[in-house]
């Protein structure tokens, strides 16, 4: 068990910064071969002040540079995939229907241990062919009762 802090935010398309969103959970971190998987659940209240729940699954591999695969399930899903300086196009799954996705990922950086670690993901995210923001999103974890890294 892990503690899991997710910090993210986005620019618009002139550089404005968007508010950011903020969540701290519990999750679950295990070793794999080559990197980590990182799960937890993020919960948030919608703009009706609904709330939501989306399980997410982070898998990161070292071998050959970062590569992180996200996994998001839910009414609101998604997979995916970031390695730097390459495009991932794939599908925002939503119960209307389903939305073109694109990013192309600028930064991508991982620290991971046992007892702690950081992802941090910068990239450019397409909607239906049009740009939509440039997105950060910086993830801790840290083991219960270890130091943070």
């Given at each position: ?17 968007e ?20 799960r ?102 840290v ?6 890294c």
């Amino acid at each position: 068990p892990v503690l899991v802090t997710l910090h993210s935010y986005s620019k618009g398309e002139h550089g404005e910064k968007e508010q950011p969103v903020r969540l701290m959970c519990h999750g679950r971190m295990r070793p794999t071969n080559d990197g980590c998987m990182l799960r937890y659940q993020e919960v948030q209240q919608d703009d009706t002040g609904e709330t939501v729940s989306t399980d997410v699954i982070l898998n990161i591999q070292q071998k050959e540079g970062p590569r992180v695969t996200m996994t998001r399930t839910g009414d609101y899903g998604t997979t995916m995939v970031f390695v730097k300086d390459r495009r991932f196009e794939g599908a925002y799954h939503t119960p209307f229907g389903d939305l073109g996705l694109a990013l192309y990922a600028m930064q991508v950086q991982c620290k991971l241990a046992e007892d702690c670690g950081s992802i941090h993901l910068e990239y450019q995210l397409d909607m239906q062919g049009s740009y939509a923001a440039v997105q950060t999103i910086d993830v801790t974890y840290v083991s219960e009762g270890a130091a943070p890294c």
